[in-house]
């Protein structure tokens, strides 16, 4: 029998030394281990180099970490799923805000009893249409500003407080009957013009938390569009039900018990606890999830865009700190070294040293909520500069200024005009031949939800792709690599090209009632109604997708409305 080899690699090692569960490839250290101890390690049960016992079974260094990956990947889907719910509760809450938040569209269904029940002139009507109207676009870059900086939350509370304020005001005014300079005993007509002031400022900041939840919750994709034209057709639709609830369930009754218009009073009350609700409702469920990343992205994005300058570009506080010692102190790493072991550095005991870190690890959470503080403040700063140097902005601006103040008009005084194409030889029993206030209400708010949304989903599909732009899904390089010939060969427009659609539309509705048709065939009113909604409702939708997708990377709010 030939002697036996000294070298590690030459030992004899049959299948009854062979464990099944054993690598088949040792490292250097476990054969040298086993060199000298081959069967007491079989018998004794020794754990081996690798973590295993020599019976097969895992050491409880390796059940441990299993049971940390497994806690840890259960962890992370619980926090997936925890912003999943929160995305799906913010937003279906921002629809229903918008929902609700429109109420002032249905201002024709009231109007004109201001005239009757408290004998406002025609004037004062106006002009508390105009307070309301003012109230709400007046104040939107501040109540937006303050949406992009603190939140949805804050902001819906704010309008619920408005909106409560202002609707019972006006109840108990309209209540008090005619004021004093009319012949009654009334609150004055001021009263009623600053409750719809607070009724216009309501309208905007609800309009705002609700659209701003929408847009940066789910305005990270392609289908922006029709995201944004939900909770804005949403807004449309709010004084076509509450027109009809009003009308058919709070109405005065006459004499005989029949129906008759509307109990303004009640509707006030109704509307002003609905939106209260609404509101306060709104402080705990709009959030925006994943707001520090989106936040990064939309820096990333303005820094590489070449917008704005080097000098202008996002500095962390270290990197702040490193310019500034780089500039004051030169050289000074010897000095640096000397102090710290002169102070004694490292002679910390391990009690002190973790008490330190995790003295080191609060001031750092602290640090990193500061810092991300700063960072939003700075985009903010930075994206409102760039809003208010882009002179295409102010024309767009100028333009939607134009496009909605007569459509505006319109929907405040339908209810007026109305009674104007009445023969006044009709039976004043039967309904007009134009049709009824609740009626036309209806009609602008169907058709211009309907404008809203066609809008938002043809936007989306013959919009161009853009090249680089962090409200994208970010593509695999795979993907990236692949031709993309479909996207080349589509017909594409721009998204400012409908534009000219919805004021030809809206311009059309007003030419048609300047025509004799609607006084010879008062039924024609209709057609201007649907005119007027589908041209007011697709421009309304269309300002702020443009401006959130052509301007505004994070700075949403303000230019919602």
């Known amino acids: 029998m030939p002697a036996p080899n000294n070298t590690r690699h030459a030992k004899v090692i049959d299948k009854r030394d062979f464990d099944a569960d054993r690598p088949l490839l040792l490292r250097d250290t476990e054969d040298e281990e086993e060199g000298g101890d081959l069967g007491r390690g079989r018998g004794g049960g020794e754990p081996r180099g690798d973590g295993r016992s020599h019976n097969g079974h895992a050491g409880h260094s390796d059940g441990d970490d299993y049971g940390d990956v497994a806690c840890e990947i259960s962890e992370r889907d619980r926090k997936t799923w925890k912003r999943q719910v929160a995305k799906v509760v913010s937003f279906t809450w921002g629809v229903g805000s918008a929902l609700c938040a429109g109420s002032i569209t249905a201002f024709s269904l009231y109007g004109p009893l201001l005239q009757t029940r408290l ?3 025609q004037f004062r009507v106006n002009a508390v249409a105009v307070a309301a109207a003012v109230s709400m676009y007046l104040p939107v870059a501040f109540f937006g500003y303050l ?51 607070g009724v216009g400022a309501g309208t905007c900041c609800m309009y705002l938390a ?90 990333e994005e303005l820094e590489r ?21 780089s500039s004051s102190v030169s ?28 003295t080191l690890s609060q001031e750092g959470r602290h640090d990193y909520q500061k810092e991300e503080r700063r960072k939003k403040d700075w985009l903010l700063n930075q994206e409102t500069r760039l809003f208010l140097k882009d002179r295409t ?20 005084n339908v209810g007026t005009i109305i009674p104007t194409l009445t023969p006044p ?39 161009p792709s853009p090249t680089h732009s962090h409200l994208q899904p970010v593509s695999s390089p795979t993907t990236a690599q692949q031709p993309q010939t479909s996207v080349i060969r589509r017909t594409t427009f721009s998204r400012l090209t409908f534009l000219l659609p919805s004021a030809f539309l809206l311009s059309l509705g ?47 709010a303000p230019a919602d409305l």
């Open 393 to 412: 902005m102010w024309w767009l601006a100028v333009g939607f200024f134009l496009i909605t103040g007569p459509g505006e008009a319109y929907i405040n």
């Open 510 to 556: 007003f030419l048609f009632l300047a025509t004799p048709i609607p006084l010879s065939a008062p039924q024609s009113f209709h057609l201007t109604t649907a005119l007027v909604g589908v041209g007011y409702g697709a421009s309304f939708a269309l300002v702020p997708i443009i401006i959130s997708v052509l301007c505004l990377a994070y700075w949403i």
């Open 331 to 358: 050289y000074g790493t010897m000095d640096g070294i000397v102090a710290g072991v002169g102070s004694g550095a490292g002679a910390d005991t391990p009690i002190e040293t973790d008490a330190q870190s995790l």
């Open 305 to 325: 865009s070449g917008i704005i300058g080097q000098n202008d570009f996002f500095r962390s506080r270290e990197e702040v700190r490193a310019a500034m010692a």
């Open 210 to 299: 609700a659209i701003t939840t929408c847009a940066k919750n789910f305005g990270r994709g392609k289908r922006k569009g029709i995201m944004l034209a939900l909770p804005i057709a949403a807004f449309g639709l709010s004084g076509m039900w509450q027109s009809q609830v009003g009308s058919h369930l709070l109405y005065e009754r006459g004499p005989d018990g029949q129906k008759g218009d509307v109990d303004v009073f009640k509707y006030f009350l109704f509307l002003g606890i609905l939106l209260i609700i609404v509101g306060v409702g709104g402080t705990f469920a709009l959030r925006i999830v994943d707001e520090e990343e989106m936040i990064d992205e939309a820096v």
């Open 147 to 197: 949406c992009d900086r603190y939140t949805p939350g804050p902001i819906s509370l704010i309008s619920a407080f408005l909106f409560g304020s202002g609707y019972l005001l006006a109840a108990f005014t309209y209540k008090s009957g005619p004021p004093l300079d009319v012949g009654g005993t009334g609150w004055p007509f001021a009263v009623m013009v600053i409750s719809f002031v």
């Open 119 to 121: 004998h406002y002139s």
């Open 425 to 463: 030889s009709y039976p004043p029993n039967l309904a007009p031949p134009a049709g009824s206030r609740a009626t036309h209400v209806t009609s602008i708010a169907l058709t211009s939800t309907f404008a809203r949304l066609l809008t938002g989903y043809l936007s989306d599909l013959f919009a």
